[in-house]
Every structure is written in C-alpha cells, then in structure tokens.
C-alpha cells in the first residue's frame, strides 16, 4: 500500500514510462486494464494510481466505508432504506442533539455520494473539462473546512492534520473557462482521506456534544445561535457541505459511467422514468413534452435581502436589501425541456454563430461541443439520436424533463427562438432575472411569506421525503436523484410550474451584493471573488439542493460555462430586464469587458499599492543599505552620542547572517529569501550559498534589485526636513561583487503562493535555509504561507522568521491573524508567538533559536521608526 509521500518519491521514475495503461479500440474503449476509457498515453496524474485502494473501492460500499453514521440508521432514512436531506434548521432552538443529527445527515449524503465512485481512478482522474480539482479534493476538502473554520471562530484550538488542512482548504473558481492548469500533483490516497474524515467526524462531533457554547441543559434550554455565536462556523460547515454535494453530483454525472455505481440507499430517479420502456428519437410536441405557452405576468415591486434575524444560517451574500421595479413580462409556462432544445440542435444551432455570444461561440468551438453536455448519442452524428445521462446512470431520452446546459447555451437557444418566432413583445427572448423568479414563485413560500413567519420558507419545515407532496409540491432537498417532467408539478398561481426545484434557472443578473452587503469574518472571501461580473445567477434550485440552496433566500452563482443541474425558461418584455449587472451589458461582451475590467485593476494597482512609491522605494533602500550616504556625508541615524541605536542599523544583514550563524544542513547550498524588498538579505545570503531564490511582492523593489544586479549604481533621496532631501548613491556592503549578486535569481511573487511554485515554477526547487523578514504579518494569508515550509526545506534546513506580529485588517483578515485577539468563549489572550510554535511544530519544525531583533527606518534627519522584532529558527527535522 503505497503512501502519498511513496507516490512522490516514485513520480520521477514513472513519469516517462508508458506502462501498459490505455490502447484505444476502433469504437473508443479501453482494451487494456488499469485505466478507463479515453486515455492512450501516461498522464501525470496516473501517478495516484496503484497505491493499493482500487480493490476495496470497486466492491459497493458496506458500513465499513461510512466514518459517521451508517445511512440505515441515520436520520433521514426512511423506512425503505433511502437517505434524504432532513429540514434546515431552525438556529432559533439549537439544542446539541439536533445539531449532531443535522451534522449526521450532511456528513452520511456526503459519504454516500462518494460510495458512488467505482475504483480508485475517478477520485484521481480530473474532470473532462479539467476546471475542478479532482473528486479526491473534494472528499478531503468538506472536512477541512469544518477544521479550518472552528478554528477561525475560536471553537478548536488546533488543526487534526496541518498537511491535509492546507492541501484541502482552497477550492477552484476557474477565471476563464480554457484554465486547464491544476490537478497534477500527488494526492494522499483514499485510505489516508478515510482516517482523516474518521478523525474530523470524531472532532466536530465533540464540539457540538461538549463545547460550552451549545450548552442547553440536556435539551431543556435551547440555544439561540446567530451570526456573532461561535457556532455559526459549524452552520457553515454544514451548508458548505451540501454546496458540494451538490457541485460534485454535477461531477460524478460527468464522470465515465463505467466508473460509477448506484449507492444502496441513494434516492430513486424520478418515477416518471418507468412509464416507458423506450422514448421516441423523433420528439414531438404535445407527445413526447408539453406545448410551452408565453404566459404574462404583472409586474411588481420586488424587495431582496434576508433579515439579519432570520433564524436559519445563510450566506453573507444573502443579506442587506434592495428593492427592484419589475415591468410586466411573459415568461413560459415551463422550463425549456430536452424535446423544445432538440429542434434547436436539430437545425443547427450548435453550427450558427449568429446564434451565439462571442465568449459562448469560442467555449463551443474549444469543447467542439454540438449538443448539451449529458445527452448521450445513440446513432451516427447527424442522426441526432440520443440518450440521457443522469448521475449514475444512461438512461433512455426523457425529453420532458428540462434541458441541462450553460448559460451560453440558454441564450444560444433564446437567439434562435427569436429568429423562428420574431419579437412577441419590443424585446428579444431572453431568460429570467432574480426579481422576476421572485414575482412567479408560489405565493406561499415567496420571499414576502417568509419574512412574515420562517416556516413559509419551506425548506425549514420539510424534508426531502415530504417535499413533493401537497398542493405547492417540488423535486427539492433530494427528494428524487434526478430530474422530473416539467409538467409533473402544479403550477405557482402565477401559471408556471417548477418555479423551485427540478433544475436551477440560469438568470441575466450577475452575482452581486445587496446594499449593506457584509462579509463574515470567519468566511470572509466566500462571496466577493466572484462579484466580478463573470458569474451568473442561477435561482431556484435543482432536486440536488438542500439546507440553504433549498432556500427561498439563496442567492446562488456559476460561470457561464458551468453545468449545475441547470436549465433555464424563456421571457419577453417590452422593457430591458430588471438585472444587477456589474459592467455595462451582459456577457455578450464579457471579453471586451474582462480586458478592459483587468487595464483597470492594474492601473488601480500600480496607484493604490503602498509598496509601489517612489518615497517607499527610497525608505527601504535606507533600510537595506546603510552605508549608503557615507560619500555625501549624510549618516543613516543622526548622531546623538551613546544613545545613537546604531546597534538597528544593517537590519538585513543580521537576518542573513542568523541564519547562517544556526548551521542549516548542506543539502544543495540554496536558500529562500521570501518577501526580499530591495535586495539587502539576498546580497547578503549569496555571499555564503551558492544559489539564493529571492521575491517580493513589489514589483518596484524587484525592479530595483535587479537594477543593482545588472551593475547599474542607483540613487535615492533620504529626507531631512519638510521638503528637503539629499540624494546619496547606493553603496553595498563589504564583499558583495559582481560574481556574488549573479548566484541571485529575483522575480516578483507572492508569499501565499509557495506552494504553487514548487510544482509549477521551473527550477525553483527546495532549500536548505528559508528567511522571512517582517513578512508574516503583512500576508492576507500567513497559514497559506507557513503550510508550504515543509514542502520547501531540506531535512535539517533552517527557516528564519523575524516579526513585529504587527496585525493590520488592512493587510491581514482578522480571521487570518495568528494572534492578537481574545478567545471568544474563555476570553484568554491568544498570543502569535505561541500560534507560530504550535503551527511550526506541527509542521515538522523544531525551535531551535529566538532573540529579539531592532531595527530602525528613517522618516527624517529627526524622526524614526525603531521597531523590535521577534527573531526565531526553526529547523526541520
């Protein structure tokens, strides 16, 4: 049984092997054993395979695979043995029991989903579209968040695993959608993900029983938990959870079917599935799906925003307000079905480009893509015969169930809709907006409904078991595992049906924040990455969505190249649409758009970026070369007798010289210098290895470092008084020629991203002596940074840190901090210095030095900055 670090170790070997892996067949399949179907030569991430997983993982899933609650007796089964999704909780009255069985559901959904997973290479194997991380990502990463977050909230006061906590802890949002860099590295195995879930479920499970917190007097004094409790953060992990249960069903539907198998107590496929043996490859309508009618609509007045006191957990981007004025339009009775979008196909609209967006027309040139994504063809290309996939089967066409597609595709359909129709009204077909999804849900369960009493907001009262039934009944919270006929389902009293549930609906708004819009601290980057005008709403959720998504408050968001168990319905108004846009226009010109938005932000950057001045520039060249000014007579510190603090002077070079003064190991003679300002450690460093990797986020600093490497002899002005200066040469310290600055490789970079740039940045490799001087508490993610130290430094390396733990919410995240804050249940101080050794320790590091360090930075002739650091090593066992 191979380990994840054994796979490493052997990746070099085996990555110009070709092994007897993928011989394609004349009809595409795989004729040799090991890999699956479409692979005819060694890929990197092939080197997850073989670790000794694939047998226990091909047999169905007994109890064993279950690290929580086994779904027979979990809640939410029913008395078949099927698992649903139980209610959203009401955070009103928490008591720790109904915590631990909402967690038990979440967590046992989750497990069961990835029962589905036959063998060991879908964990490994990236996506077709290679634009998420692959399933074994994801099996890690819902249980590092419930680490991470409690931990954010005070709740934990250490990690279970730091390795797997930072490997885990960042998903993938892809920026565009030709992004295929990710993926290939060495994963742990399945195994090793096993014992750590088994380990997070034991975790969370003695928080919710024991923390203090929660305390309700054996359920007799439930607990109100709201978004200032600690417990907020175990909320989160919930939703969170199910968000991904939700994305990675999308996943496994996309997976070779050959290398999924139905979970046990998975819920049924819609029952509409068994009305025919066959279905017709000729849809007709009013046969094979319903005739879809425009029906029109009154406008209204729409106000968005869930209260602050609604009691169930939601999203930061679900908060605030904003009220919308939405005309009178028509929008059809049904969602698009797969009989209506084959007529599209059928005539060619994957073919025309007048149909299509000019980001929409380059993805479908890219994906060569000429029907939607799950219909599977039956017959010769051209025939358009076809079947349909589900998650976990391929299954006869059901061509009244919606269509899946992007929003390209949605808007695709609309121009040609238009084309064949004309205008109905002054304004072209298009897809709905958030406002309007609002105005035709049913009345009973709308956003006004619920605002009045939380129980009109269905999903906190039903389970996935009772959903469809009842007069306002919907395929939501996992009732069914796939989709139902659009018909299926009464109507909302505006006349249309599906309005929740089914599929999610692509909208023309683009993700965006209400007025008052605040981020929450313990998941602070949740919502505004995407708030860039390059994610489309999607609205009423899909019969994967439970908890939150369910809910009549989600606010929801997918690149328009995304499938999500979307579809979409068709609109008309004689008015623009009532959207949030966030750039003029929609993603028609995202790409002109994109450029222009990214001139803009770099233009921002370059002005508003406080290490990018030219006074900045001139303060740190002072800092790092000190004897610079001795030709023009100017001193670094003014001289005022014994009292002078020379003893801050050369501030650099004594972090240099600390390092080489605590023996590093001599692997390969190569050091780090991680966030190297203008140079003065990195000279300093070359003169005793023999190759020193130096960065800084500045490109100004870089710039100048480089300036002085290539021989040029810079100058900078070191201020006197008021407007007065005098320019002085750089002078460098004694030994610094041209031969040592030439073992120096400079670049611009990003401390937050060293562990990108082992695996993606040529010849940066690893090292035997790391600095990190005055940094840490300048990162917007110090763990990020500290969690790739292991990955970097020899055995017997040393890495030097020297902080003034100075935190700035303007530099870090209060969440980000290590230290400087009071536990928020026992109010003890939480002090950095103790943060970095347990994060040290636990990252494979001994403490082998700490002194405290001054330094001094010129403002004037009579003003300066006198700083005391903290000076520590760490030496990697």
């Known amino acids: 049984n191979k380990s994840s670090g054994a796979a490493f170790r052997d990746q ?45 993982l091909k047999r169905p899933r007994d109890v064993h695979w279950f690290t929580g609650k086994a779904p027979s007796v979990c809640p ?43 063998g060991e290479e879908p964990f490994y194997r990236p996506p077709v579209h290679g634009l998420r991380h692959p399933q074994i990502f994801y099996y890690g990463h819902t249980p590092c968040l419930y680490i991470n977050k409690l931990r954010v909230a005070g709740v934990l006061t250490k990690p279970v695993n730091p390795y797997f906590e930072s490997i885990f802890e960042v998903g993938v949002d892809e920026m565009l959608w030709d992004d295929m860099h990710k993926n290939d590295m060495v994963w742990p195995t399945v195994s090793e993900v096993y014992e750590y879930r088994k380990d997070v479920y034991d975790t969370v499970v003695e928080a919710i029983m024991t923390h203090p917190s929660l305390e309700d007097n054996g359920g007799k004094e439930p607990v109100v938990v709201n978004q200032e409790h600690p417990m907020w953060a175990l909320f989160m992990g919930f939703e969170h959870e199910r968000i991904h249960l939700e994305t990675s069903s999308v996943l496994f539907r996309e997976t070779p079917i ?62 605030g307000e904003r009220t919308v004025e939405v005309p009178n339009f028509q929008a059809s009775k049904y969602m698009i079905t797969n009989g209506e979008f084959w007529q599209f196909v059928a005539e060619g609209g994957y073919r025309n480009k007048e149909y299509w967006c000019d980001d929409g027309w380059t993805w479908r040139q890219y994906r060569n893509m000429k029907w939607p994504f799950f219909w599977k063809p039956l017959g010769p290309q051209g ?49 709905l907006t958030e406002a309007e999804h609002q105005i035709i849900r049913h009345s009973e369960h709308n956003l006004d409904s619920a605002r009045s009493s939380s129980s009109a907001d269905k999903v906190m009262t039903t389970s996935g078991m009772d959903f469809p039934l009842g007069e306002t009944g919907a395929n939501l919270n996992m009732a069914y595992s796939s989709h139902n006929p659009v018909d ?62 369910a809910s ?26 009532p959207a949030t846009h966030l750039y003029h226009g929609s993603f028609a010109g995202q790409a002109a758009a994109r450029d222009e938005t990214s001139v803009d932000e770099a233009n921002d950057t370059k002005t508003n970026n406080v290490y990018e001045s030219d006074s900045l520039l001139s303060m740190y060249l002072g800092l790092h070369f000190p004897l610079s000014g001795a030709n023009e007579e100017v001193d670094p510190i003014l001289n005022h007798g014994t009292n002078t603090p020379n003893h801050g002077l050369r501030f650099p070079q004594r972090v240099a010289a600390l390092l080489c003064s605590l023996k590093p190991a001599r692997t390969n003679n190569r050091v780090l210098d991680v966030g190297c300002a203008v140079g003065g450690s990195s ?145 003890e101080p939480m002090y950095s210095k103790d943060k970095l050794k347990e994060i040290m320790e636990e990252l494979g590091f001994d403490k082998i030095h700490e002194e405290q360090m001054p330094l001094v930075i010129r403002e004037h002739r009579r003003k300066y900055q006198y700083i005391i650091s903290e000076a520590t090593g760490w030496r990697k066992k």
């Open 76 to 118: 939410g089964v029913d008395d078949e043995g099927v698992l649903r999704s139980l209610p959203l909780p009401n955070l009103s009255k928490v008591t720790r029991q109904s915590a631990k069985e909402y967690f038990d559901n979440s967590w046992t959904l989750f497990e069961e989903l990835f029962a589905g997973l036959k």
């Open 552 to 577: 009549v408050f989600a606010r929801f968001h997918f690149r328009p190249h995304f499938l999500q168990h979307s579809g979409f319905r068709l609109v008309v108004s004689d008015e623009d649409a």
């Open 383 to 431: 025939s358009h015969e076809y079947g349909l996939r589900t998650i976990f089967e391929e299954i006869p066409m059901q061509w009244d169930w919606p269509v899946d597609c992007t929003y390209y595709e949605s808007k695709a359909y609309c121009r040609w809709k238009t084309s064949k129709d004309g205008l109905l009204m002054s304004k072209p077909y298009r897809v």
């Open 258 to 319: 050959e290398l999924v198998q139905r979970p046990e107590c998975w819920p049924p496929l819609h029952p509409s599935i068994g009305e025919y043996s066959t279905k017709t490859t000729q849809p007709l309508e009013g046969v094979d799906y319903p005739k879809n009618s425009m029906v029109p609509v009154e406008g209204r007045a729409v106000h968005l925003g869930k209260p602050l006191d609604f009691p169930s957990y939601g999203w930061d981007n679900e908060y």
């Open 12 to 56: 070099c070997e085996e990555d110009h092997e070709v092994g007897s892996y993928t011989v394609m067949d004349a009809g595409g399949s795989s004729s040799v054993e090991g890999i699956s179907v479409g692979r005819s030569h060694r890929e990197a991430w092939m080197v997850n395979l073989g670790r000794g997983d694939d047998e226990w």
């Open 683 to 827: 000279f300093e460093l070359a003169k005793s290895f023999d190759h020193v990797e130096a960065f800084d986020f500045s490109g100004n600093f870089v710039a100048a470092a480089k300036r002085m490497q290539s021989g040029e002899q810079l100058t900078f002005q070191i201020p006197i008084e008021g407007d007065i200066y005098e320019e002085v040469s750089v002078v460098q310290e004694p030994g610094v020629d041209a031969t040592v600055m030439n073992k120096i490789h400079f670049f611009q970079g990003d401390a937050c991203s060293l562990s990108e740039y082992t695996e993606t940045k040529e010849g940066f490799g690893t090292f035997d002596g790391v600095i990190l001087s005055n940094l840490l508490c300048r990162l917007p993610d110090p763990m990020r940074c500290l969690a790739a130290m292991p990955q970097l430094v020899n055995e017997g390396g040393v890495v030097v840190m020297v902080t003034p733990f100075t935190w700035l919410e303007e530099f870090t995240p209060r969440s980000k901090w290590l230290g400087g804050f009071h536990d928020p249940v026992s109010q």
């Open 488 to 549: 299926f389902f009464n109507p909302s009293q505006t006349g249309h049906n599906d309005t929740v549930g089914n599929a999610w609906e692509w909208t023309e708004d683009h993700f965006n924040p209400l007025k008052n819009f605040e981020a929450h601290h313990v998941y602070d980057d949740f919502s505004t990455p995407c708030f860039d005008g390059k994610h489309s709403m999607i609205v009423g959720g899909s019969f994967m969505s439970t908890g939150d998504e």
